[in-house]
């Protein structure tokens, strides 16, 4: 499978229509059409503006998914509010409600190889910090 290919595959996934990747990319349709054509490769400001929006950048390259990139555009949503919050420990906050929320729903474990959900290493980090500092 080509780089175009992929590429295209990306676009699906995240359910945009060539124009609306292309702006996300900033470039027009016909650059976007190019690229998954095979007429011609995107350069690193496109790709880096992709995978800003949700695109898996290392599997467009490479064919070998990355481990955190979102799979759906509810998954890229929780990602960006996720990383919108302000510290470690709000982050830490929202985690334990995403595992509270899931063990009510009867699910007690992650898929296998999916790493620990809590603590995170971010919000212990915090956490210990504040500790240290007394609390403040």
Same mark, same amino acid.
Request: contains cysteine.
């Given at each position: 499978?080509?780089? #175009? *290919? +992929?590429?295209? *595959?990306?676009? *699906? +996934?995240? +359910? @945009?229509?060539q124009t609306d990747f292309g702006e996300l990319g900033g470039v027009s349709r016909k650059s976007q059409?190019? %690229?998954?054509? #095979? #007429?011609?490769?995107?350069?690193?400001?496109y790709l880096s503006a992709i995978a800003s929006a949700g695109a898996d950048v290392l599997y467009i390259l490479t064919g070998m998914r990355g481990e955190n990139i979102a799979g759906t555009p509810? &998954? @890229?949503? %929780? @990602?960006?509010?996720?990383?919108? @919050?302000?510290?470690? &420990?709000?982050k830490q906050s929202g985690l334990n409600g995403l595992v509270a929320l899931r063990r009510a %729903?009867?699910?007690?474990?992650?898929?296998?190889g999916t790493g620990k959900d809590e603590p995170c290493e971010a919000a212990s980090s915090a956490r210990d910090s504040v500790e240290q500092e007394g609390g403040k």
């Open positions: 499978m080509s780089i #175009g *290919e +992929r590429l295209k *595959e990306e676009r *699906e +996934r995240l +359910r @945009l229509s059409f190019n %690229y998954e054509d #095979g #007429g011609r490769l995107p350069d690193a400001a509810t &998954e @890229l949503a %929780y @990602l960006r509010n996720c990383r919108a @919050l302000p510290n470690a &420990e709000a %729903y009867g699910i007690e474990q992650l898929p296998s």
